[in-house]
Each structure stands twice: as C-alpha cells, then as structure tokens.
C-alpha cells in the first residue's frame, strides 16, 4: 500500500503591487445606450445610429492594496465611480468591480494589465477590451 500525503503547503507567491495610476491603450470598446460615462462625450460608430463609443479617456487609479485586494476609482472627464478588486492566489489573474460592470484580466508585468470588461443596466450595456498600462 502506497500512502501519498498531500503537504498542504501553499505556494507562496509574489504578491504584484497595483497602487498607482493606469490608463488604457489598445483598447476595442463599444457602448449601447446612455452611459453613466457619456457625459465626458461619445461618438457614433458607424454604420449603426444606436451605437456608441467613448470619446473620453478613462483613468484607474488604484489608491490602496492589502494583500491581493486593491481599491481606488474609475474616471472620465466628467464621472468618476469607485473600483475594488481582487487577484488570484497564483497572482496572475485579477477581477475588479465598479458601480455597473466587472473587470477580468491577467497581469502582463509589473506595468500591463489585460482585461475586458462588461455590464449591463436596465438602460445601457457595455464590453470593451484592452490593456492598462501604469503611469510612471
């Protein structure tokens, strides 16, 4: 009889530090009616009148971390609304939620994160994808 014994030992993991301010490149995005950030300017994508995309650029700024939670605020030029997320044990994987939608992603390196984000209100939905990349 062969006994495995499972060690239980977690695998400790680096912890990646998030705090600062990010800003979106790459991104692929596309809102269907009245955003709670269309205040800061939409414009039409064409080819379809009820479709929109931001024309204002967003800004994360994560302003705290303990451990693998982190919390801070999503901007555009008019609105702002409060984020909190959480990374993954292996700290590879993130998920961030705002006041409508949610956030998933990986982290590239210290400085990128890819994520695509969705939400859907009684009024609008939104997706877009794309990379944050830290301010320096």
């Known amino acids: 009889m ?22 979106p490149a790459q991104g692929a995005h596309i809102v269907d009616g009245p955003s709670r950030h269309a205040k800061s300017g939409t414009v039409p994508v064409r080819g379809d009148d009820t ?3 931001h024309a204002s650029e967003f800004v994360f700024r994560f302003e705290g971390q303990e451990g693998r939670t982190f919390w801070g605020v999503l901007s555009s030029a008019k609105v702002s609304e409060k984020l909190i997320g959480a990374l993954s044990v292996d700290g590879k994987r993130f998920v961030i939620a705002d006041e409508d ?9 210290a400085d990128t994160l890819d994520y695509c984000y969705t939400h859907v209100t ?15």
């Open 2 to 23: 062969i006994l495995l014994t499972g060690g239980g030992a977690a695998i400790a993991q680096e912890v990646p530090d998030l705090k600062g301010t990010w800003t």
């Open 51 to 53: 479709l929109q995309k």
């Open 101 to 109: 939608g949610t956030f998933d992603g990986t982290v590239v390196d």
């Open 122 to 136: 009684p009024t609008d939905r939104a997706v877009a994808c794309g990379l944050l990349v830290r301010k320096k």
